[in-house]
Every structure is written in C-alpha cells, then in structure tokens.
Nanobody, 118 residues
C-alpha cells in the first residue's frame, strides 16, 4: 500500500523559511521522479518542483524558482522541499507524489499546510 506522509509546514512570517519532508512507502521510490505540489482553496493543484530519480537534476515552477530546493534521500525513501524567502502567495497545502506528467499519481497524502503571514 502506497503511503505519502508530508510534514514540516507551519505558520511563518514573510521572508521566513521552511523545510518540508515527505516520507514514502509502498512503491519503488528510487525508480520514480518525485514532485512537490501545492494547492490553494478554489485552485487546481500545481506542480512546483521535480527531482530526478537519482537526485541529480531538478526543475522548478517560476513561482518558486530561486527560492526553493528539492532534494531526496533514496536510502530513506524521502523527499524534501526547502523554501526560503517565503511570500504570502506561498500559502497553500503542500503535497508530494510521483511526477504526474510521466506516471500519473498515487493517492494523495494529507499534505502539510504552509501559511505565510505578511
């Protein structure tokens, strides 16, 4: 059974930073490109960061480029997202999953809420 458990969100002030963690199990983690996604109420979920299977390459949405770093630990089946210089528009629920462009997605975890105050 696939499990995706995200944590590390919270309430931060504008300009602050957070590192989000995703613990995965139940699938061949090392064989998949992994993404972080986020969703705000009333909006579609968007992919904001993607990392290759071996962790050597990453891509970012323009909205977070230069302010985020995705990385992974293939020994622990975990993927992380470091966010810096947070802005109120980063307020969202953040999720991890496999890369939906290439594979579709597994059932979503509960996500982790990030709230950035101005």
């Amino acid at each position: 059974q696939v499990q995706l458990v995200e944590y590390g969100g919270g309430l931060v002030q504008s300009g602050g930073s957070l590192t989000l963690t995703c613990v995965t199990s139940g699938f061949g983690f090392t064989y998949y490109r992994m993404n972080w996604y986020r969703q705000t109420p009333g909006n579609e979920r968007e992919s904001i960061a993607s990392i290759s299977e071996d962790g050597t390459s990453a891509n970012y949405a323009d909205s977070v480029k230069g302010r985020s770093t995705i990385f992974r630990d293939n020994r622990k089946n975990m993927v992380y997202l470091q966010l810096v210089n947070l802005k109120p528009e980063d307020t969202a629920v953040y999720y991890c999953n496999i890369d939906w462009d290439n594979y579709g997605v597994y059932d979503w975890g509960q996500g982790t809420q990030v709230t950035v105050s101005s």
